[in-house]
């Protein structure tokens, strides 16, 4: 893959203690990847669009990064244990502990986009082991730095930022109910202190978004690693409803702009609850 996996911006202005991460919205293929999937078909998993949502980030003062790698390739959103056997063409010479996520096929490396193959072979060890070299841990390694000077000063805040499909319900296998338009994840409390997601979800309700907390999205790998309320690290996983702002073929709509305002909103309450 040539260039870099990802872009990182600077705050512009002075800088606050917050980090905004964006792992999905990549959209650039590598040539190497080999999938029989091809087109919108295999750019069902893109949060497409998503750090462009969140832009205005680092003139509220905070650092922004954005994965270029799309996450069907690898997903920084995973440990790297979360590793589907039935993918691979010979055994992991590693530790093996497939999630649940694994087991629907959108484990480390998908195997699965929508219930479709995206391969018609296995990977090989290599090739895996080179996903992970090229664009995980330079993600990984560029998120902890920024999380790192963040938290120099005391407290930090970190959201890591998605969309969602408006099917998610029936995709995660769960009983159909309408989604929220915003679904804040915190692990069940885990992640972050009360007072970051009312702060968030306050700034969306008062835009006249629809907001759920943990539910159906409770937060993955990167919150679980980078949230500890306890230590003053706080992380909260942002969802939002993907038709808010983009059509089927991936094309933004016209409900962009209205969401990228709620989210400045939402990001100017936090600016203001970190100088606090
Ligand atoms: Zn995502």
New binding site residues.
């Given amino acids: 893959m040539p260039g870099s996996p990802f872009t990182l911006i600077e705050a512009r202005g002075p800088a606050l203690p917050i980090v905004v991460d964006s792992?999905?919205s990549g959209t650039d293929y590598p040539a190497d990847f080999g999938s029989v999937l091809q087109g919108l078909a295999l750019r069902q998993g893109e949060?497409t669009w998503v750090h462009e949502l969140w832009a205005s980030a680092p003139a509220h003062g905070a650092t922004l990064l954005a994965a270029h790698f799309p996450?069907a390739y690898i997903d920084p959103?995973r440990s790297l244990v979360d590793i589907d056997a039935a993918l691979l063409d010979a055994p992991w010479p590693g530790p093996v502990e497939p999630s649940r996520k694994t087991e629907l096929g959108i484990g480390l490396v998908w195997r699965l986009m929508d219930g479709k193959p995206i391969y018609d072979r296995r990977l090989t060890v290599a090739e895996v082991q080179a996903r992970i070299g090229r664009c995980w841990r330079p993600y990984h390694a560029a998120l902890d730095e920024a999380l790192a000077a963040a938290a120099a000063q005391g407290p930090r805040w970190h959201l890591n930022v998605?969309?969602m499909p408006d099917d998610s319900y029936r995709r995660l296998g769960l009983p159909d109910k309408p989604l929220a338009d915003v679904v804040l994840g915190n692990l069940d409390g885990s992640t972050c202190d009360e007072a970051t997601v009312a702060t968030i979800e306050e700034a969306l309700l008062s835009a006249g978004y629809s907001v759920a907390r943990n539910d159906p999205f409770k937060g993955v790998e990167i919150i679980r690693a980078s949230g500890q309320p306890q230590r003053g690290w706080h992380a909260l996983q942002v969802?939002v409803k993907r038709s808010l702002y983009m059509d089927e073929r991936r094309e933004r709509n016209a409900g962009f702009d209205r969401l990228q305002r709620a989210l400045d909103r939402a990001l100017a309450a936090l600016a203001a609850h970190a100088r606090r």
């Fill in positions: 792992p999905h949060d996450r959103n998605h969309s969802e």
